[in-house]
C-alpha cells in the first residue's frame, strides 16, 4: 500500500524558514518523480513544485521560485521542502503527491501557518 | 500559465441522480508526445484529494465506473451517475501538461 506521510508543519514567524518532510513506502520512490501541493484554509489546489525522480529537475511555482526548494533522497524514500522567507500568504495545508499521469497519491498534509 | 476554469461551483443532486462537470483549459492540454494530461480529483470533507480519472478517462484504481470523464483539446467533462453519498465533496479537475501544474476552482457537490 502507497503511504505518504508529511511532517515539519507548524507555527512560524513571517520571514523565518521551516523544512517540511515526507516519508514514502509502498512503491519504488526512487522511480518516480515527486509534487508538493498547498491548500490555503477555505481555499482550493495549488501546485507548490515537482522534482524528477532523480532529483536532476525542479519545478517551481513563480511565487515561491528562490525562497522554496524542493529535494529529495531516495535512500531513505523521502521527499523534501525547504521553505525560507516565509510569509504570511504562504499559510496553507501541504500535501506531498507522486507524480506521473496525475497525481496518483496524496499525504494527509501538514499545515504550515505563518503568523507573528 | 494555463487556467483551468470549472462549472458550476456548486451542485445539488438528490441521492441516484446523475450530475456532470465541466472543465475549460485557457491552452490545449494535447502534450508533445500526444498524451492529454487532464485529471479529476475528488476531496471529501476532511480528507486530501483522492484522483478519481486520469488522461480525460482513464478511471483510477478502485474507482466505480459511475465516475466517468470526456473531451479533447480544451474542453471536458466529469459525470457522475448514481450519485450516492460517498460522492459528496469538492471535485477539481487539474493539467499536468505544462508547468505550473494549475487546478480549477473546484465544485462542490451537495445533497439535494
Known amino acids: 500500500e502507497v503511504q505518504l506521510v508529511e511532517s515539519g508543519g507548524g507555527l512560524v514567524q513571517p520571514g523565518r524558514s521551516m523544512k517540511l518532510s515526507c516519508a514514502a513506502s509502498?512503491?519504488?520512490?526512487?522511480?518516480?518523480?515527486m509534487a508538493w501541493v498547498r491548500q490555503a484554509p477555505t481555499k482550493g489546489l495549488e501546485w507548490v513544485a515537482t522534482i524528477s525522480y532523480d532529483g536532476s529537475s525542479t519545478y517551481y511555482r513563480d511565487s515561491v521560485k528562490g525562497r522554496f526548494t524542493i529535494s529529495r533522497d531516495n535512500a531513505k524514500s523521502t521527499l523534501y521542502l525547504q521553505m525560507n522567507s516565509l510569509r504570511s500568504e504562504d499559510t496553507a495545508t501541504y500535501y506531498c503527491?507522486?507524480?506521473?499521469?496525475?497525481?496518483?497519491?496524496w499525504g494527509q498534509g501538514t499545515l504550515v501557518t505563518v503568523s507573528s | 500559465d494555463v487556467v483551468m476554469t470549472q462549472t458550476p461551483v456548486s451542485l445539488s443532486v438528490s441521492l441516484g441522480g446523475q450530475v456532470s462537470i465541466s472543465c475549460r483549459s485557457s491552452?490545449?492540454?494535447?502534450?508533445?508526445?500526444?498524451?492529454?494530461?487532464l485529471s479529476w480529483y475528488l476531496q471529501k470533507p476532511g480528507q486530501s484529494p483522492q484522483l478519481l480519472i486520469y488522461k480525460v478517462s482513464n478511471r483510477f484504481s478502485g474507482i466505480s465506473d459511475r465516475f466517468s470523464g470526456s473531451g479533447s483539446g480544451t474542453d471536458f467533462t466529469l459525470k457522475i451517475s448514481r450519485v450516492e453519498p460517498d460522492d459528496l465533496g469538492v471535485y477539481y479537475c487539474g493539467q499536468g501538461t505544462q508547468y505550473p501544474r494549475t487546478f480549477g476552482g473546484g465544485t462542490k457537490l451537495e445533497l439535494k
Open positions: 509502498g512503491f519504488t520512490f526512487s522511480n518516480y518523480g
Open positions: 491552452q490545449s492540454l494535447v502534450h508533445n508526445n500526444g498524451n492529454t494530461y
Open positions: 503527491t507522486r507524480e506521473g499521469a496525475a497525481l496518483a497519491y
